[in-house]
């Protein structure tokens, strides 16, 4: 089963910025990295875990969430394995636990149901 790791997260400013990673590792031999969907999730204190956006699988198509469309971008390098969360001008309410999750079926989606596999999350914390 695919492993994910995210990377990238801390303490931010309001209006600031920050890059996420998510790094996959020990994927199954009929699969390469490029055949998932890649999610970012995130989830606050008291609140469900919510979609903000997804990259499909070999043709990158991007979804995102309203929340946050216009300041966050999803892009992804294959041969890294690798898909980013480019966050900017960041809200105090942007602050939760940020998660990636793969979906393997390529299709991507930003419901937590359709990922098959989650990393452990990365804080962010955006304060003055």
């Known amino acids: 089963e695919v492993q994910l790791v995210e990377s990238g997260g801390g303490l931010v400013q309001p209006g600031g910025s920050l890059t996420l990673s998510c790094t996959a590792s020990?994927?199954?031999?009929?699969?390469?990295?490029?055949?998932?969907?890649i999610g970012w999730f995130r989830q606050a204190p008291g609140e469900e875990r919510g979609g903000l956006a997804c990259i499909q699988n070999d043709y990158g198509r991007t979804v995102y969430a309203d929340s946050v469309k216009g300041r966050f971008t999803i892009f992804k390098n294959n041969d890294k394995n690798t898909v980013y969360l480019r966050m900017n001008n960041l809200e105090v309410e942007d602050s939760a636990i940020y998660y990636c999750?793969?979906?393997?079926?390529?299709?991507?989606?930003?419901?937590?149901?359709?990922?098959?596999?989650w990393g452990q999350g990365t804080q962010v914390t955006v304060s003055s």
């Open positions: 999750a793969a979906d393997s079926t390529g299709l991507g989606s930003l419901a937590t149901y359709d990922h098959d596999a």
């Open positions: 020990g994927l199954p031999s009929r699969y390469t990295f490029g055949d998932y969907a």
